[in-house]
């Protein structure tokens, strides 16, 4: 997987820097098919987790977009993306490659289409809006940065443990374990939705579980709902997307999310399509086994990188002992999971009058801010992007 990983998030990191966010904003403001159909394509290539996309999403509402181009985002995004998109044709084969993708976009359209026609507009809790601040700095080191650090620091661990879970499911599951489900494919599904749904796994994450599960006799419809299911939702974003969405939002874009899963699965196994050997022949050659020097070179710089993330991930946890100035304040904000939540944080914060500068920290739950801004404004403003204010820590 590596060469794909490096090279996806290369293509995500100058997404990232070279289009700026209200460039989906403006195709997206409309009330009508065609924004949720544009949602949901802009959504799929963005290397957001279901967490991250939660704050994204919430600007977009912010610049005025139509609440089912904001449902077909919030579906379709964390499905997949660029990263993903490569990391599956490495491991899982073309078919994969091209079909996670096109579920995605369906499913994200559909639910788009459904919150458009059963959700009212006072269904959905109003925000205080917040403008986004350009980021400064050369472009190709914000590309490298976000590329290489920023996003190996947001699913580094995920992605290691995904890697880990598959190589225990190759050596302790039985050969062929899943096979005693053979004639009940549902309940494959059904079984990994309610593993799936709740747990927080990103879309790169998912790929090494899924592939191995295939070679231990798990169906290429089960494997692909938990594909779709498992980076799509998690009961953090559940239940923040309830906080800032409303009931009905959130009851749509859930049924959504687990009914087309268990449909395109359904789909994928009545095709007749053989997917495991293709798993197998990519991941368990002898070729792939003994990969050459350039994949060799490839996966020990991607480990150095996720080493080095990790580690300045872990080190920040711990370097904020220093004695702080008078006019500078810690709080405790929780649900930031990853590089994108800080900056909606900080974004949020830096529109309150008083703030002179704001850094938060995911790893550390901590939000400092710089400034005479009284704690009610900075709670004011945390909240209304969907994250939890806990006072002074």
Not at 5 to 15: D, N, Q, S
Not at 40 to 52: F, H, M
Not at 90 to 118: E, Q, Y
Not at 226 to 255: C, D, E
Request: charged share 15%.
């Amino acid at each position: 997987m590596a060469p794909y990983l490096l090279l996806g998030f290369l293509i995500a990191g100058m997404l990232h820097v070279f289009v700026p966010q209200k460039f989906y904003a403006k195709y997206l403001s409309r009330n009508n098919k065609l924004s949720v159909v544009w949602a949901a394509l802009l959504g799929i290539p963005l290397p957001l987790c279901s967490c991250g996309v939660i704050p994204t999403a919430i600007g977009l509402k912010n610049e005025k977009a139509s609440k089912g181009a904001i449902a077909s985002f919030l579906i379709a995004t964390p499905q997949t993306g660029i990263d993903s998109i490569l990391a599956t044709f490495s491991l899982m084969g073309l078919g994969f490659a091209i079909i996670r993708p096109t579920a995605a976009l369906i499913t994200g359209v559909c639910g788009g289409l459904l919150v458009n026609r059963l959700v009212h507009d006072d269904d959905v809790v109003d925000m205080d809006s917040c403008s986004c601040q350009a980021e400064k700095g050369n472009r190709i080191w914000r590309v490298l940065k976000y590329a290489y650090y920023d996003m190996l620091r947001d699913i580094g661990l995920r992605l290691l443990i995904g890697l880990v879970v598959a190589a225990l499911i190759q050596v302790a599951v039985p050969d062929e374990f899943f096979l005693q489900f053979g004639s009940q494919p549902l309940l494959q599904m059904l079984v990994l939705l309610v593993i799936a749904v709740p747990m927080y796994i990103c879309s790169t994450g998912s790929i090494p579980v899924a592939a191995a599960l295939m070679m231990k006799g798990l169906s290429p419809g089960a494997a692909l709902v938990m594909l779709m299911a498992g980076p799509a939702v998690n009961m953090a974003s559940i239940l923040v997307v309830h906080k800032s969405m409303g009931r009905r939002f959130t009851s749509i874009y859930l049924m959504t999310i687990v009914g087309f899963a268990i449909l395109f699965g359904l789909l994928l196994n009545a095709t007749g399509i053989d997917f495991t050997v293709a798993a197998q022949n990519d991941c368990c050659t002898s070729k792939s086994a003994l990969p050459g020097t350039f994949k060799l070179i490839c996966a020990t710089l991607l480990t150095l990188l996720i080493i080095f993330a990790l580690m300045m991930k872990l080190f920040s946890k711990f370097t904020s002992k220093e004695t702080l100035a008078p006019d500078v304040v810690v709080y405790r904000v929780e649900d930031m999971h990853c590089s994108h939540c800080e900056a909606a944080v900080v974004r949020a914060v830096e529109e309150v009058p008083g703030v002179e500068k704001a850094k938060a920290s995911a790893s550390a739950n901590t939000l400092t801010i710089k400034g005479s801004a009284t704690e009610e404004a900075i709670r004011t403003a945390v909240e209304g992007v969907g994250y939890t204010f806990k006072g002074r820590k």
